[in-house]
């Protein structure tokens, strides 16, 4: 399994290499609104020193991390959207060149990143999105580790009235087990959390958290975009009522984006006519729902129809073949028969 050869190979690294990197998002200058938001960003890459207990504890916990994933046999599968078990290892392979994440990843880390001095000479203008964890062993051989970093895991000092960070002003305390009184923390701070997103070997992703994961190389938000343009596409084939409320829902429910993205994976949508409606209706009937039909062409009046709309045209019902058993899932990969 690869999971249990990368935790060999940073086993076998000395925790001397060990490095770790800040990765920040700012917006391209004079970027359209109408770019896709692939297109919208850049990310930069940045190194930091660090002292050798924080690299112990770096190098501890990637170990941790990737233990778990192996004692618990964590099934290997490629990345989809939309997929039913979160608890699976996804892989993803970064050929994109297009995803402004592909020159983190293939230029900036492997060319000796800028060092910086604080954080706020960056997030002054960039956004500080993630970190990111290289070991390197003798024959030059890198294995990367990253974690998305909130906004509320970062502070700066806030003396000078005239910084432009946008961060929520905090009192940062820590709790001191020696005289177990409450201390007030000095100084800019980052929380480094005891997990990990996803792996990076060899120009393919191993992903544990599949959302952060999203997150960290701008899928999450080019997933938003793609799905308006679903709903463009579905309004296309004049044969559904109600497309303002999905359109609504885009802006407030990520959830459905991932559900929209789907059905341009599998283009039942494509020739809708009424005759494919009628059997729709028939098929939610057979189940217990009830498909709301306006003038012969699909009809939306709230959440509950949307939830149906969807299924239906995502193909959720879906039989065994084997068994004979009904299933309800988003998921699936269409497959070649035989003659």
């Given at each position: 399994?690869?999971?249990?050869?990368?935790?060999?190979?940073?086993?076998?690294?000395?925790?001397?290499?060990?490095?770790?990197?800040?990765?920040?998002?700012?917006?391209?200058?004079?970027?359209?609104?109408?770019?896709?938001?692939?297109?919208?960003?850049?990310?930069?890459?940045?190194?930091?020193?660090?002292?050798?207990?924080?690299?112990?504890?770096?190098?501890?916990?990637?170990?941790?991390?990737?233990?778990?994933?192996?004692?618990?046999?964590?099934?290997?599968?490629?990345?989809?959207?939309?997929?039913?078990?979160?608890?699976?290892?996804?892989?993803?392979?970064?050929?994109?060149?297009?995803?402004?994440?592909?020159?983190?990843?293939?230029?900036?880390?492997?060319?000796?990143?800028?060092?910086?001095?604080?954080?706020?000479?960056?997030?002054?203008?960039?956004?500080?999105?993630?970190?990111?964890?290289?070991?390197?062993?003798?024959?030059n051989e890198w294995v990367y580790t990253f974690r998305?970093?909130?906004?509320?895991?970062?502070?700066?000092?806030?003396?000078?009235?005239?910084?432009?960070?946008?961060?929520?002003?905090?009192?940062?305390?820590?709790?001191?087990?020696?005289?177990?009184?409450?201390?007030?923390?000095?100084?800019?701070?980052?929380?480094?959390?005891?997990?990990?997103?996803?792996?990076?070997?060899?120009?393919?992703?191993?992903?544990?958290?599949?959302?952060?994961?999203?997150?960290?190389?701008?899928?999450?938000?080019?997933?938003?975009?793609?799905?308006?343009?679903?709903?463009?596409?579905?309004?296309?084939?004049?044969?559904?009522?109600?497309?303002?409320?999905?359109?609504?829902?885009?802006?407030?429910?990520?959830?459905?984006?991932?559900?929209?993205?789907?059905?341009?994976?599998?283009?039942?949508?494509?020739?809708?006519?009424?005759?494919?409606?009628?059997?729709?209706?028939?098929?939610?009937?057979?189940?217990?729902?009830?498909?709301?039909?306006?003038?012969?062409?699909?009809?939306?009046?709230?959440?509950?129809?949307?939830?149906?709309?969807?299924?239906?045209?995502?193909?959720?019902?879906?039989?065994?073949?084997?068994?004979?058993?009904?299933?309800?899932?988003?998921?699936?990969?269409?497959?070649?028969?035989?003659?």
């Amino acid at each position: 399994m690869i999971i249990e050869e990368l935790l060999q190979k940073i086993e076998n690294i000395s925790e001397d290499n060990v490095i770790l990197y800040f990765i920040t998002r700012v917006l391209k200058p004079e970027v359209k609104a109408s770019s896709k938001i692939m297109d919208k960003y850049l990310f930069k890459v940045y190194q930091i020193d660090v002292n050798d207990e924080i690299r112990e504890h770096l190098y501890t916990l990637t170990q941790e991390q990737l233990n778990g994933l192996v004692k618990r046999k964590t099934e290997l599968h490629e990345y989809d959207v939309i997929t039913d078990d979160t608890a699976q290892l996804f892989t993803y392979q970064m050929t994109n060149k297009a995803m402004s994440f592909y020159d983190v990843v293939n230029n900036q880390l492997s060319s000796n990143p800028p060092k910086i001095k604080s954080l706020e000479e960056i997030i002054v203008n960039e956004e500080l999105w993630a970190y990111c964890v290289g070991f390197y062993n003798d024959e030059n051989e890198w294995v990367y580790t990253f974690r998305k970093i909130l906004a509320a895991k970062v502070a700066i000092d806030e003396n000078d009235s005239n910084k432009k960070s946008k961060l929520q002003k905090t009192i940062r305390t820590i709790f001191n087990s020696k005289s177990q009184k409450l201390e007030l923390i000095e100084g800019e701070t980052v929380n480094l959390d005891k997990q990990i997103d996803c792996i990076y070997y060899e120009d393919t992703f191993y992903i544990a958290k599949k959302t952060q994961f999203e997150q960290i190389i701008g899928l999450e938000e080019e997933y938003k975009n793609q799905a308006k343009e679903v709903v463009t596409a579905l309004a296309s084939t004049n044969m559904i009522e109600g497309l303002e409320i999905i359109a609504k829902q885009i802006e407030g429910n990520p959830s459905i984006h991932k559900k929209l993205v789907r059905l341009t994976k599998i283009g039942n949508y494509q020739g809708l006519d009424a005759k494919t409606i009628r059997k729709m209706q028939r098929i939610c009937k057979k189940y217990g729902e009830t498909l709301k039909l306006k003038d012969r062409k699909l009809f939306i009046e709230d959440e509950n129809d949307i939830t149906l709309t969807l299924k239906v045209l995502a193909d959720y019902y879906k039989l065994g073949e084997v068994s004979g058993k009904a299933y309800g899932t988003y998921a699936g990969k269409q497959l070649q028969t035989t003659k």
